[in-house]
T-cell receptor, first 114, second 117 residues
Framework: NAGVTQTPKFQVLKTGQSMTLQCAQD?????MSWYRQDPGMGLRLIHY???????DQGEVPNGYNVSRSTTEDFPLRLLSAAPSQTSVYFC?????????????FGPGTRLTVL | AQKITQTQPGMFVQEKEAVTLDCTYD???????LFWYKQPSSGEMIFLIY??????QNATEGRYSLNFQKARKSANLVISASQLGDSAMYFC??????????????FGSGTQLTVLP
């Protein structure tokens, strides 16, 4: 199993550009989520999904869209990139949404917005 | 407000010694999960250990153990026999019900551990 995969690993955008960060998992997990990590801080939840076709906002959703058309994939879209979105983005998944379920993280995408 | 606190921004430990990383949390929910993750300089988030709020015994995973004191709302990570490869940032996190099927994982600010030879 590859676990949770993310592409790309690095990306540089100009202000106003759009892009999609890809996330896929091969563990048949129902619950997937996106976090951002800013320097010197822990991770903050952007969006999450409890199953295909169901998504909801986390702590810092502004400027991001998500969709979940399949169990495996959970892409994150930046509609109009801003320098404030410079961060490291992590995708995570867990078997279910239970509080006791461990979330497993992808390797991260380092995004720079100029 | 539900939150998680790590009061040690940085810690040093001598190789082969044990070290305790502190974590306290604040929630009134009876059901929650406590997690520790390791983030080395390469950037990935590595799951280390988990403790459920209803678990009676402290969790252990190899050299990692979790000192869970529910009444004090603390979940300290103990690393025994430290190795140079343990040098990394360590995050404590709590997973709580937000609403309905929503479960949010909230992270502390992290502790940077440096193991000295």
């Amino acid at each position: 199993n590859a676990g949770v995969t993310q592409t790309p690993k690095f990306q540089v955008l100009k202000t106003g550009q759009s892009m999609t960060l890809q996330c896929a998992q091969d563990m048949n997990h129902e619950y997937m989520s996106w976090y951002r990590q800013d320097p010197g801080m822990g991770l903050r939840l952007i969006h999450y999904s409890v199953g295909a076709g169901i998504t909801d906002q986390g702590e810092v959703p502004n400027g991001y869209n998500v969709s979940r058309s399949t169990t495996e994939d959970f892409p994150l879209r930046l509609l109009s990139a801003a320098p404030s979105q410079t961060s490291v983005y992590f995708c995570a998944s867990s078997a279910t949404g239970a509080s006791t379920d461990t979330q497993y993280f992808g390797p991260g995408t380092r995004l720079t917005v100029l | 407000a539900q939150k998680i606190t790590q009061t040690q921004p940085g810690m040093f430990v001598q190789e082969k010694e044990a070290v305790t990383l502190d974590c306290t949390y604040d929630t009134s929910d009876p059901s929650y999960g406590l997690f520790w993750y390791k983030q080395p300089s390469s950037g990935e988030m590595i799951f280390l250990i988990y403790q459920g709020s209803y678990d009676q015994q402290n969790a252990t995973e190899g050299r990692y153990s979790l000192n869970f004191q529910k009444a004090r709302k603390s979940a300290n990570l103990v690393i025994s026999a430290s190795q140079l490869g343990d040098s990394a940032m360590y995050f404590c996190a709590i997973r709580l019900v937000v609403s309905g099927s929503a479960r949010q994982l909230t992270f502390g600010s992290g502790t940077q551990l440096t193991v000295l030879p």
